[in-house]
């Protein structure tokens, strides 16, 4: 998620332009460069073998403790089974319900240089996300991740379709070749019957433009960035056209709603934009509407008039449930808190299934490490506290699509 959004003003239906608080950098951005940097220091081999590493993690998926960073995730709150051997025989749990479009989800310990993700963490979280969802997205391939969730749906047996993600930097080759032969990999050992597309980039053209202190992803600056980006996405429909695969797998891209670039939206299948209400300093009650007309505009439209029509999906929209400190606990029009997450999901989610909106809702439960790092509402936006608990919300009863 971007953690500081600028969006550009929509002067036809007076949306008005979010304050641009920092810098507008991407908490995940900042920690995967970071990680990038270190994991060119010795941490490459990560994802050799995906097969053995998964068999190696499968060996202690009965175990009841997780070894990711930040708490376990295993706790009483997740999917009681009825036969512990045989994590298909799950129990529904009643207040859920197949609701949302699909969910932004990112296994706990999948970055880099950590990597204290496990598989039974993973299909705990799969087993809550398939009675939410039919479908998630990822942001990365490190620690694995692509291969666990893959795994996980195997073990679960549950209908799941993957958007898998390769985290690509500006300027360092060595980062995306890495996630491309970890997804190689994954598919190779588990084949496409899962994979609904696979997402190159996650706001790699915010990140290039504010590094270079510029802001038009059609100017000159963002023209350099999105020949970087293109050329990705190029490469990463030749592997998959390398592989004979049975299907052809769609290649899209990720960014803020404001930054993408029309050369790198003409060479994807499908783009997945940003949009959080919260940052632009709507209300709570006025947020969904901000959301579709904001989605609608910058990208639905602009996208449509391109000879290869991708089609556009919400990355991320959400509410935070909290803030850390005083001082970000409103965003200059409604408070971060439970009953204004309550708000969005009442107006949101089943009237965009309705009309047809395609979306991930961001996210599925709190992460403790954004928390520790960002402060504020940066750890707070998922529907379930990081223990799994459901927070004290009622979650929508509508069918997605």
């Known amino acids: ?59 202690s998926s009965s175990s009841s403790s997780s070894s990711s960073p930040g708490g376990s995730s295993n706790s009483d709150n997740t999917p009681k089974q009825t036969d512990p051997n045989d ?17 932004a989800y990112t296994p706990e310990g999948s970055l880099l240089p950590d990597c204290g993700n ?19 997205r990822l ?45 190689r990999d994954a598919i190779t050992t588990y084949g496409t019957d899962h994979i609904a597309g696979i997402t190159v980039g996650n706001e790699f053209m915010l990140n290039y433009l504010t590094s270079n202190g510029a802001t038009d992803p059609n100017g000159s600056v963002g023209a350099q960035g999105a020949a970087m980006l293109v050329r990705y996405i190029k490469d990463t429909r030749d592997m998959l056209a390398s592989m004979n695969l049975p ?16 050369e790198v939206l003409s060479n994807i299948d499908y783009g997945l934009s940003n949009v959080h209400a919260w940052f632009a300093n709507t209300t709570a009650n006025d947020a969904a509407g901000w959301v579709s007309n904001f989605f609608q505009e910058t990208n639905v439209q602009p ?5 290869n029509n991708p089609k556009m999906y919400i990355a991320e929209t959400g509410w935070p449930s909290k803030s850390s400190d005083v001082a970000n606990a409103n965003n200059g029009a409604s408070d971060a808190s439970e009953a204004n997450l309550q708000i969005f999901l009442d107006t949101f989610v089943c009237q965009a299934n309705a009309n047809g909106t395609a979306y ?19 750890g707070w936006w998922g529907l379930f506290n990081k223990d799994r608990s459901l927070k004290n919300i009622k979650l929508p009863t509508c069918t997605a699509p």
Request: aromatic share 10%; glycine share 8%.
């Open 1 to 59: 998620m971007n953690q500081n959004y600028q969006y550009v003003n929509s002067s036809s239906t007076g949306l008005g332009a979010a304050i641009e608080k920092n810098a507008a950098r991407s908490r995940r951005s900042k920690l995967i460069v970071l990680a990038s940097v270190i994991g060119l220091l010795g941490i490459i081999g990560i994802a050799v073998g995906v097969g053995v590493s998964v068999s190696q993690r499968n060996k």
């Open 87 to 103: 994590p298909s025989s799950f129990v529904k749990d009643s207040r859920f319900h197949k609701a949302f479009y699909g969910m």
């Open 118 to 136: 496990s598989l039974d963490s993973v299909i705990k979280d799969i087993q809550i996300l398939s009675q939410l969802t039919s479908r998630v």
């Open 139 to 183: 942001y990365g391939a490190d620690c694995n991740q692509t291969a666990l969730v893959l795994e996980a749906i195997k073990q679960t047996k549950v209908d799941m379709q993957v958007y898998v993600g390769n985290y690509p930097v500006p300027n360092d080759d060595g980062v995306y070749t890495r996630q491309r032969d970890i997804i």
């Open 247 to 262: 299907k052809t797998i769609p290649v899209g891209n990720s960014d803020a709603g404001s930054f993408f670039s029309t």
């Open 303 to 307: 996208a449509s008039l391109l000879p």
């Open 360 to 378: 991930f809702y961001f996210e599925l439960f709190d992460e403790e490490w954004k928390d520790k790092q960002y402060g504020g509402v940066e």
